[in-house]
């Protein structure tokens, strides 16, 4: 949280996958491809192909043709446009579908765009499959939207999760390098050798330790004082254990509890050699 021009600024944006309370996905991906450069056939002056790939027509199934957007260097065109309008048809030369019910589309302009270089940007709807947005993975590990139009800013066990795995996973930082953990430099390190489960379980511990103790410090300063959902009561917990599927995997797992008697649960896996 900063001051600037006595506005409050905060950086607590939702970035979470898992929502710690339900451990249950948060922010499910519409799969909406915004604003994706395409060019025009040097040939026909009407057909699109992807920019990143010109022997693709479109880089993606569209998934309802009425949210198919189209704009000519910022301007959008409707498909209906006297002059530039266009229309969708089946891409027939088109067979490397991740499913065998994924269609592809190929886009065409009624007239031919003989503009110099046009900066030509399509929006649309797609698959899981083939989203970007998401990386198919279904949810959003980026900032979510807010109905505003802004971002959703994040308060008590969710801030709470976010803040301790922050403490954890950060391995650098040139102005408090004693507030972070050496996680990272674990990694590639030849357990049982260099490395044992338990120096792992000591990081996250004394991460965790170190975090709590800032936070009862901030707690004594008036403009620092926080929601008791988004302060560490006590450390109920750290394990790290090896994955009996695969020896390089350590699973880490903490619980911590809040003020207000709440739990959260942190979670993540590491590999090591």
Not at 2 to 10: A, D, F, M, T
Not at 216 to 242: R, S
Not at 243 to 249: E, F, V
Request: glycine share 6%.
């Amino acid at each position: 949280m900063s001051l600037r021009r006595g506005h409050k600024l905060s950086f607590d944006y939702n970035v979470l996958v898992i929502d710690p309370s339900t451990q249950q996905p948060i922010g499910a991906c519409d799969h909406q491809q915004s604003f994706e450069r395409y060019v025009v056939d040097f040939n026909d002056f009407r057909t699109l192909h992807y920019a990143g790939n010109t022997a693709l027509q479109m880089r993606a199934p569209i998934n309802g043709q009425a949210m198919v957007r189209v704009w000519i260097s910022g301007e959008e065109v409707f498909s209906n446009d006297p002059t530039y309008g266009w229309s969708i048809s089946v891409d027939p030369n088109r067979v490397d579908a991740v499913n065998s019910e994924d269609v592809f589309y190929q886009i065409r302009f009624n007239l031919p765009v003989r503009l110099v270089v046009p900066l030509i940007e399509v929006s649309y709807l797609t698959t899981r499959g083939y989203c970007l947005k998401c990386s198919a993975l279904g949810v959003l590990n980026d900032f979510k939207n807010a109905a505003s139009g802004g971002f959703v800013q994040i308060t008590q066990q969710s801030k709470l999760a976010q803040k301790g795995l922050k403490w954890i996973l950060t391995s650098q930082c040139a102005f408090y390098p004693t507030f972070v953990c050496p996680l990272k430099s674990y990694i590639g390190k030849k357990l049982g050798i260099q490395l044992t489960d338990a120096d792992i379980q000591n990081a996250v511990t004394t991460a965790l330790t170190t975090m709590q103790q800032v936070q009862q410090a901030q707690a004594t300063i008036p403009q620092q004082m926080m929601d008791p959902l988004e302060m560490i009561k006590d450390i109920k917990y750290v394990t790290a254990e090896i994955d009996p599927s695969d020896p390089t995997t350590i699973q880490v797992a903490a619980e911590i509890t809040t003020f207000s008697g709440t739990s959260v649960p942190l979670s993540f896996q590491m590999m090591v050699n």
